[in-house]
């Protein structure tokens, strides 16, 4: 989990590599604890398209907000193993909180007016669609490279 | 002033008693109408809304508000407040929502920070104004020159750019600072960066 990919755009464990990245588009970074929403999420970047670093922890993902750009953060809300409004609050505090959405299998009302605060794009509660996700990271994509074909 | 708006009235005057015991001002409405029709507009402080009424909701009524550009600071608290209603709330631009049952003391806290924000957003606004007024009282040349000094030009290319003497752009310039009150260039420059966007600058 600490040993991070050879580099920021390199593929997440067993899924096939991505395509290359629309040029302009720096990578999605995920940090989520579940495997199946991980790979949910890994899938989702590829067929989008993007490239997309994984992490487990929200240690390791403050020092990659610190240290790279982000087209966006997806953060998985499940505390106590991770929590990741903490998380935003924290990026937000230290000036590196991406554009960012907050993913959470079980939602309540504290944490989402928390997550909003800080400065969160959307807090989605289980059971959220992959159009959700897509209604806010495609328009962070199109800002970022005006070119790129946005059909799905 | 706290203005609260539910269409429970055992929950409208508990407020109110609350607030009273630590000396904060409140008006109570038993819905969003009598609240519009209120002369709210005329006072400063909070809006404390309740989520689902009849008529006019709560959210509905916090959409009302921004079309109408009012910024006072608006709590929501709900007892059937669920995660997509507070992540919209929020999303507009809501203070906080708060869920029942609630400490009074958390609800004291989120009412003292409203206060404290609306009570700098207008000190803010103020500032605003009173420095466009000062803008405004400037003559078309002393404005020129203005934008000059804060762009870090010296008198002497001042001078130059607008094709005065040296000595006429100091005479400016010390108009400049006595109306727009200041001495020091620091000063004028973040008045200036305050009051954004000055629009064209008047011909001459």
């Given at each position: 989990m600490s040993r991070h990919p050879p580099h920021p755009g390199a593929a997440v464990g067993r899924e096939p590599p991505p395509r290359?990245?629309?040029?302009g588009a720096p990578p999605l970074l995920l940090v989520v604890h579940d495997p199946a929403l991980r790979a949910r999420l890994a899938r989702l970047a590829d067929r989008e398209g993007l490239c997309a670093r994984v992490l487990g922890g929200a240690d390791e993902a403050l020092a990659a907000l610190g240290g790279a750009r982000f087209l966006a953060l997806l953060v998985e809300h499940a505390?106590?193993?991770?929590d990741g409004v903490s998380l935003l609050e924290e990026a937000a505090r230290r000036g590196i909180l991406p554009p960012a959405l907050l993913l959470t299998e079980q939602g309540d009302v504290a944490s989402a007016v928390r997550a909003i605060r800080a400065g969160a794009l959307d807090y989605l509660e289980a059971p959220f669609s992959d159009s959700q996700i897509l209604r806010q990271l495609r328009p962070l994509r199109a800002a970022q490279c005006p070119d790129a074909d946005l059909r799905p | 002033m706290v203005h609260i708006v539910d269409d429970d009235e055992a929950v409208r005057e508990s407020l109110a008693l609350l607030l009273d015991s630590v000396g904060i001002r409140s008006r109570t409405y038993p819905n969003a109408r009598a609240f519009l029709e209120s002369?709210?507009?005329?006072t400063h402080g909070c809006v404390v809304l309740d989520i689902?009424?009849?008529?006019?909701?709560g959210m509905e009524l916090h959409e009302r508000l921004i079309e109408m550009g009012v910024e006072m600071p608006v709590i929501f608290i709900t007892g059937h407040g669920d995660v997509p209603m507070a992540v919209e709330a929020m999303k507009r631009g809501a203070a906080e929502f708060i869920q029942k049952p609630f400490r009074e003391q958390a609800l004291l806290d989120c009412i003292n920070r409203a206060l404290e924000t609306d009570a700098r957003r207008r000190a803010e606004r103020a500032e605003i104004d009173a420095i466009r007024a000062r803008i405004a009282s400037l003559t078309p040349r002393e404005r020129q020159v203005m934008e000059l000094i804060v762009q870090g030009k010296a008198n002497k290319v001042i001078a130059f750019d607008l094709g005065l003497s040296q000595r006429t752009v100091e005479i400016h310039r010390a108009h400049v600072m006595e109306k727009m009150q200041t001495r020091s260039l620091a000063e004028l420059v973040r008045q200036v960066m305050l009051a954004g966007d000055l629009g064209e600058t008047p011909a001459d």
């Open positions: 290359p990245a629309r040029r505390p106590p193993r991770l | 002369d709210f507009r005329n689902r009424m009849p008529g006019m909701s």
